[in-house]
């Protein structure tokens, strides 16, 4: 089926060709078209035109609106103040418009004119390390980009970077060597828990060895230098832990809800091969330099408190690589092997200064052209209600788990307070959707660059702006389809609409646009907005709409139709952020 043309672009396309008609001599004109509270939209083009044509506003606005024949579309357009057009819709093109939306499987939202190839680098845990709330942001948001580029017809590779390399390997080699059954056992039989205990155990173990024995310390050297010489036995130890990891990462993604498959795992090893290529072309270009033994790039805005400035370090006057090398290697595959056209990194905003850098020197090597760019989602960091970073009452770092953890236990309780016919295991399940639903909206509603605080009585609240508001409002409508029986929805054009109807459907009209927004700007947090207000508009409407009781029988089907599309546009604008609608609450 074929995009649907959203109402604001219909009415765009009216005004301009209005403008162009009456006022011959300004060229192609914006109508510079927004939405109003005095009408539908308001065009505010006329203003910038009035003065470039050295004319008189209202005058102008008035031949536009002369221009204007009346149409099927255009119900009402007035002049108001020193030449604004406030557009008034017909109810009949609303309601064609939103049966257009219904009949495409993807409510007419339109695939994107010029989709190319993303990589997003996202989710990005450290092996033999629990995962915390720090490691949250990445996940969450890294995941609702790939579901929204994706639906827009982008191509998208996910990465996820973990931290599977250095000089703590080391340390956890060498005691594995000198206790070599601390991680024997089959495929299968260790769950998420279990697997990081052994980790946990080994490390601390590992570390005391470490700080006691200088013997073994010396011995945990040398096996850093076999690991970066590729000593096939140490490899296969090394290997070990990394397995032993995923086991813990991927039970803790299962509970966030997220798909995480062993492809999109690439990991700092991943790059190895890659290293020396990559520092002896950027000496050899001139991009990097040697400076006190190290490899270096240098940057003219960036100066330390001293004035000097302070270099990108790829390589370090001992030989060992920085994590600069590994990140623009990693382009360089990206690039040449993958035909990125995009890269985005769901990174701490925190890291900012060092993908400046990293992107720059990758510019001017010429990895990143002018088909490629690459770009930092920064993201902020997760505060207590004391508005200070999140610890647990010892002052530890929270763990993911624990946090899932009572998520789903919270909401879990709101679900079977409000449960009338849900079984226990009904209530069970639903209080996984809702409490995981809850963290991951906490999370994306937020501008991703900002700082939020986590609260779970507010994430879990049926009131307010919260996934369990809209899980809520889409359930109601569950409820009233099943009611309904054999009356299904079906839209009546020749019918007028109810302030709250014409509301909701201008409302549900924008869904495209703001996911084309969203998408090119990576701003999640907009589409979190939009599915809060639509289902405010809703609860609007059936509040004052009778929906099965509505005067007649067309009444009750465009209602329906109403509801049917709102529900549909809810369940696939959540989907996107990576959460689950459930059919009752």
């Not at 357009?77 to 017909?90: D, W």
């Not at 009572?406 to 307070?417: D, F, G, K, M, Q």
């Not at 709250?500 to 495209?512: S, Y």
Request: hydrophobic share 40%; aromatic share 8%; net charge negative.
């Amino acid at each position: 089926m074929a995009p649907v043309t959203s109402l604001a672009s219909t009415v765009d396309q009216r005004i301009a060709d209005a403008l162009s008609a009456a006022l011959p001599e300004a060229g192609s004109a914006d109508p510079l078209l927004r939405r109003s509270d005095r009408a539908d939209f308001q065009a505010n083009g006329i203003l910038a035109l009035a003065k470039k044509l050295k004319g008189n506003p209202r005058e102008l606005a008035g031949q536009v609106v002369a221009a204007l024949a009346a149409n099927d579309v255009i119900k009402e357009i007035e002049v108001s103040g020193p030449g604004f057009l406030n557009i008034t819709l017909t109810d009949r093109a609303i309601t064609e418009t939103l049966a257009a939306r219904a009949a495409d499987d993807r409510l007419g939202v339109p695939f994107a004119a010029h989709p190319g190839t993303t990589v997003i680098d996202y989710a990005q845990p450290n092996v033999a390390k629990e995962m915390h709330v720090g490691h949250l942001r990445s996940a969450v948001i890294g995941a609702a980009m790939v579901e929204i580029l994706e639906f827009t017809g982008e191509k998208v590779v996910r990465r996820h970077h973990i931290g599977d390399w250095g000089t703590q390997f080391g340390m956890l080699i060498q005691y594995l060597t000198e206790h070599p059954h601390e991680l024997d056992h089959r495929a299968g039989d260790v769950d998420g828990e279990t697997a990081m205990s052994n980790l946990n155990r080994l490390y601390k173990a590992s570390r005391a060895l470490f700080d006691s024995d200088e013997e073994f310390k010396a011995r945990s050297r040398d096996r850093v230098v076999a690991l970066q010489a590729g000593d096939k036995e140490t490899l296969t130890l090394w290997q070990k832990f990394v397995d032993e990891s995923k086991i813990y990462f991927y039970s803790v993604f299962d509970k966030l809800d997220m798909e995480i498959h062993d492809p999109d795992v690439v990991g700092e090893s991943g790059y190895n091969d890659m290293l020396e290529d990559t520092c002896r072309i950027l000496e050899e270009t001139g991009v990097a330099v040697r400076s006190e033994g190290a490899l270096c790039v240098f940057f003219d805005d960036v100066l330390g408190p001293d004035g000097n400035q302070v270099p990108l370090i790829v390589k370090k006057s001992n030989g060992g690589y920085g994590y600069a090398a590994t990140d623009l290697s990693a382009i360089r595959d990206r690039v040449t092997r993958l035909d990125a056209t995009t890269l985005l990194y769901v990174v701490d905003a925190r890291q900012s200064l060092h993908f400046k850098m990293v992107f720059e020197t990758a510019r001017r090597a010429g990895w990143l052209g002018e088909g490629t760019k690459a770009v930092q989602l920064a993201f902020g960091t997760v505060l207590g209600k004391d508005g200070k970073p999140f610890k647990t009452r010892e002052g530890e770092t929270v763990r993911l788990e624990d946090l899932l953890d009572e998520a789903v236990e919270r909401a879990t309780a709101v679900v079977r307070e409000k449960a009338r016919d849900l079984t226990e295991q009904e209530i069970a399940e639903r209080g996984e959707q809702v409490g995981i639903g809850a963290v991951k909206y906490a999370d994306l509603s937020t501008s991703a660059v900002r700082d939020y605080k986590f609260d779970l009585d507010q994430m879990v609240s049926l009131h307010g702006d919260t996934s369990v508001y809209i899980q809520y409002a889409y359930a109601r409508i569950q409820s009233i389809v099943r009611k309904a029986g054999d009356v299904g929805p079906a839209a009546h054009a020749e019918l007028e609409l109810a302030p709250a109807e014409r509301a909701l459907g201008l409302h549900l009209d924008q869904f495209g646009e703001v996911l084309a927004e969203v998408a090119t700007a990576y701003e999640p947090h907009k589409l979190a907005a939009y599915l809060y207000q639509l289902a405010s508009l809703f609860t609007t409407f059936y509040d004052q709409c009778p929906v099965l009781k509505a005067e007649s029988p067309a009444l009750v089907e465009n209602r329906l139709f109403l509801c049917d599309l709102t529900a549909r546009t809810l369940q696939q604008g959540l989907a996107l952020l990576g959460i689950r609608s459930p059919e009752r609450l």
